[in-house]
C-alpha cells in the first residue's frame, strides 16, 4: 500500500468572516437568535430544478463538473433560505478521483468493479492526490463567489462506510462480507481503512483549504455495528480523520443513521457537532453525548423526513417539539432532518419549514 504525500495545495483560501452566521453559532455550542435549519440531501432529487440538470448527466459526471457542483450546490440556498449550503457531492467522490473503478447506478447506488478482500487488493489501492480533485476546488470558488454570508459545508464519507462499499462490491442489507473481513482478515480490514483515512483527509483537507466554513462526516452504514465493533473497527479511524481538522478553525459535524447506540462513541471520535437521527428523542441523544465525553456538544437534527407528508399542522407540532429538545440541550443546536430529503418530498414545505424554524429562538 501506497502512503498519501504529504498536501501540495496552493495556500489555504482565507476565511471568510462569518463568525455571527447563526449555523455556525450553533455548530460552536452557541445560541444564535434564531435557530439556523439544513437538510441533508437538500440539493437533491426533490428540487425540479436539480432533476431537469440531471436529465442527461450522470452522478459522477455531475460531481466532476465544477459549474454543475456550484450550481447545484446553490439551488437549495436559493429556493429554500436554508442557513447552510452543503456541497454537492457523494461519498464515492474520492473513490472516484483516485482511480478506483466505482460507478453510482441509477436505482442501485456506488457499485465497485472490483471489491476488495485481500491484502493484495489493499495493497494495489490507488492513493488520492489533490491535483485530482481539481473540480471540487473550483467549485468551492465558484460558490464562495455567490454565498455571500451563507456558510458552506464540505463533505465526506467516513472510512467505514466507504469500506463497506469497496468490500461489499456495491450496497448492502447485512453486510455480511464486511463484517466477515474485519474478524476473519484483520491485517486486510486495518490496512484498507488506513488507507480509506488517508483518501477522506485528503479530500477533506482540500475542501478546508479553498475554503469551506464546516466539514461533515457521513458514516451511513455504523449503525450495522454493535457499540463493541463499532469501537474496534471503525471508531479509531474515523476520530484520525476528524483529529486531522481539530485545529482547522471549522466546526466538524459527524452524523451516521441507527446510530442511537453509538452517540457516545461517536462523540468521542472528535466531532464538535453530532447528528441524530429521527430514533432518539434530541435531548437524551445529547445526553448520551454529554456523559461519553463530560460535557455538552452541539447537535444536529433530527425530524423524520417521513413528517413532511404529513399535515401542515402536525409538521409544525413536531418541529417545535425537537427545537424544544434542542434548547434544553447543553450545547448549541442546528436544525435539521434525522436523514436525507425524500425525492417526493414537496418543496414547497420545506420552503415552509425554513421560514418556521427561523420563527424559533436558537
Sequence with gaps: ?????????????????????????????????????????????????????????GMLQACDTPELISEITMQPVRRHGVD??????????????????????RGTGPVVAKPIRTLDDV????????TA?????????????????????GFAGAPFTLAS???????????????????????????????????TVTFLQAQVDAG????????????????ADYRRYALPYSARVLGSFEDSGVPRIHFGVGTGELLGAMAEAGADVVGVDWRVPLD????????AVGGPRAVQGNLDPAVLFADRASIEAEVRR?????????????????????????????????????????
Design 1 to 57: 500500500m501506497t502512503t498519501t504525500p504529504a498536501l501540495t495545495t496552493a495556500p489555504a483560501t482565507p476565511r471568510r468572516d462569518l463568525q455571527d452566521a447563526p449555523f455556525l453559532v450553533a455548530a460552536r455550542g452557541g445560541r444564535p437568535a434564531h435557530l439556523p435549519v439544513w437538510f441533508m440531501r437538500q440539493a437533491g432529487r426533490s428540487l425540479p430544478e436539480y432533476r431537469e440538470l440531471r436529465v442527461d448527466t
Design 84 to 105: 447552510a449550503a452543503i456541497l454537492f457531492s457523494d461519498i464515492v467522490v474520492p473513490l472516484h478521483a483516485a482511480g478506483v473503478g466505482v460507478d453510482i447506478v
Design 123 to 130: 495493497e494495489k489501492m490507488p492513493r488520492l492526490l489533490p
Design 133 to 153: 480533485l481539481r473540480p471540487v476546488t473550483d467549485a468551492i470558488a465558484l460558490l464562495l463567489a455567490q454565498l455571500g454570508q451563507t456558510p458552506l459545508i
Design 165 to 199: 462499499y469497496l468490500v461489499e462490491g456495491g450496497p448492502s442489507k447485512n453486510h455480511e462480507r464486511t463484517k466477515a473481513l474485519m474478524r476473519a482478515e484483520p491485517a486486510v480490514w486495518h490496512g484498507l481503512m488506513s488507507a480509506l483515512t488517508e483518501i
Design 212 to 227: 469551506v466554513d464546516a466539514i461533515q462526516l457521513f458514516d451511513s452504514w455504523a449503525g450495522a455495528l454493535s457499540e
Design 284 to 291: 437524551e441523544a445529547a445526553r448520551r453525548v454529554e456523559r
Design 322 to 362: 425537537i427545537a424544544a429538545e434542542g434548547r434544553a440541550a447543553g450545547g448549541g443546536h442546528v436544525f435539521n432532518l434525522g436523514h436525507g430529503v425524500l425525492p417526493e418530498t414537496d418543496p414547497d414545505v420545506l420552503t415552509w419549514l425554513v421560514e418556521l424554524v427561523h420563527e424559533l429562538p436558537g
